[in-house]
């Protein structure tokens, strides 16, 4: 997950050069994206800029945790331990059972890799440069973003229609 060091507030950037990971053999360990396309800057909306700057105004004064050289993980656990992908998952698998057991309009399996989709979709939808759209995924190949991850939605599809026909 981000550090510190990967925030530019100032040029308003997400550094993405690495990825926290766990596992019961090696605890953290710290890899490196599947791909060159991987190892990229994202710009941040004003939106996502002022939920990190909420984020480092409130996070926990834990002990600095040091993980193969990178420190300053800005989402800690309850412990002061860096939360990786798999907690993410653990826990929206936990609120979707609770609340699929009160509810009869019941949620689907819902993960960050899921939102990831839901992101990628919807700035396919508005319209957003499909090389854009594959630099900011992360994908070294467009097929990938338009095949696996943008999903046209018939809304969009009729609009697209009309406007073609127009």
């Known amino acids: 997950m981000w550090?510190?060091?990967?925030?530019?507030?100032e040029q308003e950037i997400i550094h993405v050069s690495h990825q926290l990971l766990s596992s019961?053999?090696?605890?953290?360990?710290?890899?490196?994206?599947?791909?060159?396309?991987?190892?990229?800057?994202?710009?941040?909306?004003?939106e996502v800029k002022q939920a990190f700057e909420r984020v480092m105004?409130?996070?926990?004064?834990?002990?600095?945790?040091e993980v193969d050289g990178y420190r300053g993980f800005l989402f800690l656990n309850g412990k002061g331990y860096p939360m990786t992908n798999a907690y993410y998952t653990?826990?929206?698998?936990?609120?979707?059972?609770?609340?699929?057991?009160?509810?009869?309009?019941?949620?689907p399996k819902i993960t960050p890799h899921i939102l990831r989709h839901t992101l990628c979709?919807?700035?396919a939808n508005r319209n957003?440069?499909?090389?854009?759209?594959?630099?900011?995924?992360?994908h070294?190949?467009?097929?990938?973003?338009?095949?696996?991850?943008?999903?046209?939605?018939?809304?969009?599809?009729k609009a697209e229609l009309r406007s073609m026909i127009a």
Not at 27 to 35: A, Q, R, S
Not at 57 to 65: F, G, H, L
């Open 3 to 9: 550090t510190r060091q990967d925030i530019d507030f």
């Open 24 to 46: 019961k053999e090696t605890d953290y360990y710290i890899e490196t994206p599947k791909t060159k396309s991987g190892v990229r800057d994202i710009p941040m909306s004003e």
């Open 57 to 65: 105004a409130n996070k926990p004064k834990a002990e600095p945790i």
């Open 90 to 107: 653990s826990t929206f698998a936990n609120l979707t059972k609770k609340y699929n057991k009160y509810h009869e309009d019941t949620l």
């Open 121 to 123: 979709t919807r700035l």
């Open 128 to 138: 957003m440069n499909p090389k854009s759209l594959q630099y900011i995924m992360g």
């Open 140 to 157: 070294s190949n467009i097929s990938i973003t338009l095949n696996l991850y943008a999903h046209a939605s018939m809304e969009n599809v």
